[in-house]
């Protein structure tokens, strides 16, 4: 999954179930300025813009360290750091 999509079709999803829709545009706007300002590529300032969220007090009352470490981790590889391979198999034969 790419980054976008990930935060559009999990992460956002995820936070309005639990804030409000203000505090999730907080919550994501805060999260963005890491994504924007870290070094590295687009999977590299994901995973800070991940960390960022995981590191949020709100976050953390609301949800508690474990919950937020969980889902933390299951957003993180959403978008793996390295490319998966892809192996295409072909009749060999014809």
């Known amino acids: 999954m790419d980054p976008e999509s990930a935060i559009e079709e999990r ?6 179930e639990a ?3 203000s505090e999730t545009r907080c919550l994501l706007a805060r999260a963005t300025l890491s994504y924007v300002t870290a070094g590295g590529g687009k999977i590299r300032r ?3 813009f991940v960390d960022s969220l ?3 007090e709100s976050l953390l009352r609301q949800w508690g360290p474990e919950r937020a ?3 933390c981790q299951e ?7 390295e490319p ?3 192996v295409v198999l072909t009749d060999a034969a014809s």
Request: glycine share 0%; net charge positive.
């Open 69 to 71: 470490t969980r889902l």
């Open 19 to 21: 804030f409000s829709r």
């Open 11 to 16: 992460i956002e999803p995820t936070l309005l």
């Open 46 to 48: 994901y995973r800070a």
């Open 54 to 56: 995981c590191a949020d």
């Open 84 to 86: 998966q391979s892809v």
């Open 75 to 81: 957003w993180r590889d959403l978008v793996p750091l």
